[in-house]
């Protein structure tokens, strides 16, 4: 699970530095990274991890930056 939030960490800094810089690959960045972020949290609910009923609300996040990286306004910025 490190390894993989290590990856994913790494995916989502990049992807956004790439973002902002307006590097077209950096979308592709953000989604990969928020892919395996629910990945990860998946992988807690199929152990059966004992967890606080407010984590269950965590998969938003991820959703929601996939949802705004794959926005057609995100991809006219990521043009120059």
Known sequence: VAFLTAISAAALIAGLIGLLLRRRASRLLIVVGAVVALLIFSS????DANLPPAVYGIPVL?????AFA???ATARWGRP
């Open 44 to 47: 807690l609910v199929v152990a």
């Open 62 to 66: 991820p959703r929601m930056t996939i």
């Open 70 to 72: 794959l926005l057609p």
